[in-house]
């Protein structure tokens, strides 16, 4: 290059965004007018594609960075060419381009191809693309040369980091913390102490401390959420990291400081259209939640043609709109024939829409065809599964035939709740009272054993006292025995005063000699004797259709 160049300085600070070069040649003299923007456009390209990564364009960064290669004619920044194009190669994650990269980077590092300044960058992404591909000892290789080959206390921390990588891609997750916390500790560096607590919020995942992950990622964005904001691509990893860990509130953080950060029109409706999709996520039952997916999905329909997000936007406004009662499920089920996910909701929602009109009926007919709605669809509605959908509305329905006295209903609901509703129920003290009345004015086998062995651990006196009237009403006197005997251990004297007379009936049905003793001890010791209960107790009346012996 005809004596060219002795040295490039490159000054720059790690917050300025400008930079200049110094261009000397071999005489201490500047060099021309032509090698300097020759140089300056070479650089321009390389910064332009750079920017392609953060915002995660990566096939287009790809494409730039390879033309770049095949006609650059400046030999200094051959360096810095290498190491991003093989960041992009290791960005893009196929076996092809990490084997690629690694080619890459060893031969121009044999090569001495690979300036000082980049070296660390190249180490580093050495130890990644090796872990990648499961060639922890080749990883370690390269962890290791960066404490070896690096004197300041900032490449060797980078060298820690990549070191704790290694130790978590071995599963060896507490040895991964420690290496990492002590780097956190010690240093004063934003930047590094920013890094090392992105991976380890990752060790900690790994290793079942979520608190720990989610103090520390809230203490990150308090601190430096510009890490993120300044480049998309590892944003958008972490925003899917956080959605994984289920910590939505810190996700939408970072996409709210993305959105007010772009500059571009089609980086901000990426952004937008993320974060709607997440308030979709998350909204359940929330119709506050859904409202600001649907102001973010009306600005995204209102551009139409100038975004790739319309269609999709459009759907999940419908959705929206169904959900809310503004659309019926029938007309989105017209409007998206093709669409097995819309078919989904829309069988969720009329299902829902029925359960509101109480159409029970309805229900139980199209039962079969409920119970094939997805957990991913239910989840997207605020419910675990279908099954739950169903409990909670066989729970609603039983209040309603309670509230209505309509008992008869009752016994044919019973076998559809699960334990958990049933228990829920009974909670109530309103409705656990009308709820037994009802089984005692309607008593079935069925419904009674599943009542039974939902209550079994059951602390409540008062719930074992309507059981002992339903098994009684059945005809159950072992069962009816059970219960007195749990209503002693629970030592409730209101219900002990109600329940003497259901007692005697018990005992007399046990019909023994010793079964009559057992009751008049219980009652010399509980009701005669001065100051027992008995001094204000009143009997109450016999029930219908009960006989004495």
């Not at 995660?56 to 790809?62: F, K, S």
């Not at 872990?131 to 300041?152: H, M, S, T, W």
């Not at 992950?213 to 998309?232: C, E, F, G, P």
């Not at 590892?234 to 993305?258: G, S, V």
Request: aromatic share 10%; glycine share 2%.
């Amino acid at each position: 290059m005809n004596k060219i160049l002795l040295c490039i300085v490159l000054v720059s600070s790690i917050y300025a965004k400008d930079f200049y070069f110094s261009f000397i040649d071999q005489d201490k003299d500047q060099i021309s007018q032509f090698k300097k923007k020759q140089i300056l456009s070479a650089n321009y390209k390389l910064e332009n594609i750079k920017q392609l990564v953060k915002e995660g364009q990566l096939e287009l960064a790809y494409n730039k960075i390879v033309q770049f290669r095949d006609k650059n004619k400046v030999q200094l920044l051959k360096s810095r060419s290498i190491v991003l194009y093989a960041d992009i190669l290791y960005k893009r994650g196929s076996v092809k381009f990490i084997k690629k990269a690694i080619s890459l980077l060893t031969k121009s590092i044999n090569r001495s191809e690979i300036n000082r300044d980049d070296l660390l960058q190249a180490y580093e992404l050495l130890t990644q693309l090796y872990l990648k591909i499961n060639k922890v000892d080749d990883a370690k290789y390269y962890a290791v040369i960066i404490d070896k080959v690096f004197d300041d206390p900032l490449s060797k921390a980078y060298g820690k980091i990549e070191l704790a990588k290694i130790y978590m891609h071995k599963k060896e997750y507490r040895a991964a913390i420690r290496i990492l916390y002590k780097i956190l500790v010690q240093t004063n560096n934003m930047e590094v102490a920013t890094v090392v607590a992105d991976v380890l919020f990752d060790a900690y995942m790994l290793n079942k401390q979520r608190d720990k992950a989610y103090d520390l990622v809230d203490k990150v964005l308090n601190k430096n959420i510009q890490y993120y904001a300044n480049d998309s691509f590892k944003a958008m990893r972490k925003i899917d990291k956080l959605l994984k860990a289920n910590m939505p509130e810190f996700a939408i953080k970072i996409l709210n400081k993305l959105i007010e950060n772009a500059t571009k029109p089609a980086s901000v409706n990426r952004f937008k259209f993320k974060l709607a999709n997440i308030y979709m996520q998350i909204a359940g039952q929330n119709l506050n939640t859904l409202k600001k997916a649907k102001d973010i999905y009306r600005d995204l329909i209102v551009q139409k043609h100038k975004t790739p997000y319309y269609k999709q936007a459009r759907m999940n406004m419908d959705e929206i709109l169904m959900r809310e009662g503004e659309i019926e499920p029938a007309q989105i089920a017209n409007t998206y024939p093709s669409s097995e996910s819309m078919e989904q909701k829309v069988l969720l929602q009329e299902l829902l829409n029925s359960a509101k009109r109480r159409d029970y009926k309805e229900i139980k007919k199209l039962k079969k065809i409920y119970l094939k709605i997805s957990d991913t669809t239910c989840q997207r509605f605020g419910f675990k599964n279908i099954q739950s959908v169903l409990d909670m509305i066989n729970a609603n329905m039983i209040k309603y035939y309670l509230n209505s006295g309509k008992c008869s209903k009752l016994a044919g609901i019973i076998d559809t709740i699960n334990k958990e509703s049933l228990i829920e129920l009974i909670k109530d003290k309103l409705n656990r009272d009308k709820f037994f009345d009802c089984m005692i004015e309607t008593p079935t086998l069925k419904a009674y054993d599943i009542v039974k062995n939902s209550l079994l651990q059951s602390r409540d006196a008062r719930v074992y006292f309507y059981l002992e009237q339903v098994a009684l009403e059945l005809n159950n006197i072992d069962d009816a025995y059970r219960y007195t005997q749990k209503i002693d251990m629970l030592d409730n004297e209101l219900i002990k005063r109600k329940e003497f007379l259901y007692r005697f009936i018990v005992y007399g049905r046990l019909n023994s000699i010793a079964s009559m003793d057992q009751f008049f001890l219980y009652a010399n010791l509980y009701f005669l004797l001065p100051g027992s209960l008995g001094q204000n107790h009143r009997f109450l009346s016999r029930p219908e259709g009960t006989e004495f012996l």
